[in-house]
């Protein structure tokens, strides 16, 4: 059925969500001038300190006016738990809220994206020239990294904390060698995480992208602004309804919508607006515009775990646990912009095979100085660790195979989605998960890192076997906060929901950027290749509308 088009105002391009891939795609497409954009955030301003100070990621996780706070549906392979997927609700999204670790993924990632989807433009050539582009690596230069994009990617190896050396050193005993720049040559090795910061501050894709870029007069954002569908003219996207401070508004579109809602809220903004399962819509009372019943399927994830360690040395827990500490950091941090507040909590990590031979990693690894299990149940208390010196050292598999979908289930554009992870559905992904654990425990029984250790406080010693193990990864598992795959892109309309130049199959003037559009989950975090898609995403829009 054909909308009415009001007097609602008009734009050449409007962007829903200004989040990780939102933001690049609202600085280039105004870059030029000449095209009148409009970008919607459901969310608000990013101005906020557990936004802008790095470590404040722990408050922002669960924050309400920062957070959609989305829970998943029951997990039976987790016993039945729900599993908590924080999603940024704010001006630079999840960019805004998440840990700053950046990694592009491995070459083979983007290699099977343009095998999978019969897309040569993924490739990893094609993707790598992009990333070049988006990045200001702050480290030694090279050909590989970019170093004049818009997003700071900082190195921390002369700021972490002295047990991360200890860490390094075990891995090697442990047969995993040093590698001082994972997103370089070769991802595979134990390594410091680079994050995206610039100057002890968040390098979001708002301050990287939007905010410099709403100087111009051809960019509007409207914050606070609730898209609850895209608006049709027979299968031509002419706008889209969005309310915003209790009333409903509408804006209308000359060239083309773009969402860039995230893995959850873009395939929920396309079921309401008509494009899903035919026969679910109906069931709801949705006008079915397009059949297709890929939105909201091949939900992917990285599920991890932690296992917790006592230590006989001081660790983050002794800077960051008694009020004078807590003081010491602020005052080190608003004076200086430097010490513990100015990073992430993952400072130690890399990647690994499993099994011998090149190619991609099977596990990322997590070192973190830092315990909080005396943290409310849900929540990560980053400024109150547990009273004793602890670490957590964790991992997850890198490319589950396991998968799941989500979808609304109300005509209210305004209830959250259901979520169904699915995770550990596969063989392969249970064996994944209890190798990763006996590779934790082969680090930490290194010469190395067993001198620094004074008990193994979970799963503890009598987890031994597999099926321990497995149950304990069943019991304690938490989501890496890596949702995408929803709206998959394939040049196949009977498998995927976007083609390769990301445009919805079956409608017109419609395209989705952002991490729903991954055909296959990357090896690593998936922030970089959300912006990566972003900015992507500009380029295509602006050559085909030459």
Sequence with gaps: MAETRSQAPEYDYIIVGAGSAGGPLADRLSESGAASVLVLEAGGSDLHPWVRMPIGYGKAYYHKRLNWKFSTQPVEALGGRESYWPRGKVIGGSSSINAMVWARGHREDFDDWAEQANAPGWNWSEVARVYRRVEDWRGAPDQIRGQDGKVSVEPIADRMHPLCHTYLEAAEQAGIPFNPDYNGAEMNGASIYQISTKGGVRASTAAAYLRPALRRANLRLETGAHVTRVLFDGRRAVGVAYRRGGRDHVARVRGEVILAAGAIMSPAILQHSGVGAGAHLRDLGIDVVHDAPHVGQNLQDHLGADNLYRANTPTLNQELGPWWGKLRAGLRYVLTRGGPLSLSVNQGGGF???????????????FSPVSYTRAPKGKRALMSPDPFPGFLMGMNPCRPTSKGHLGITSPDPM????????????????????????????????????????????????????????????????????????????????????????????????????????????????????????????????????
């Excluded at 690994?352 to 997590?366: A, C, I, K, N, T």
């Excluded at 040049?491 to 055909?519: C, M, N, T, W, Y």
Aim: contains cysteine.
């Design 352 to 366: 690994v095979r499993l099994h011998d031979g090149p190619g991609r990693p099977d596990l990322q690894l997590y």
């Design 415 to 546: 209830a959250a989605p259901e979520i169904h992870p699915n995770y550990l559905d596969t063989e392969e992904d249970r064996a994944a998960m209890v190798e990763g654990l006996h590779l934790v425990r082969k680090i930490a029984g290194s010469p190395a890192m067993a001198q620094v250790i004074e008990e193994e406080i979970a799963p503890g010693p009598a987890a031994t076997d597999d099926a321990t193990l497995l149950q304990y990864a069943r019991d304690a598992a938490w989501t890496v906060f890596h949702p995408c795959g929803t709206c998959r892109m394939g040049r196949d309309a009977a498998q995927a929901v976007v083609d390769p130049r990301l445009k919805v199959h079956g409608v017109e003037g419609l395209r989705v950027a952002d991490a729903s559009i991954f055909p296959v989950i990357p090896s690593g975090n998936t922030n970089a290749p959300a912006i990566m898609v972003g900015e992507k995403a500009a380029e295509m829009v602006l050559e085909d509308a030459r």
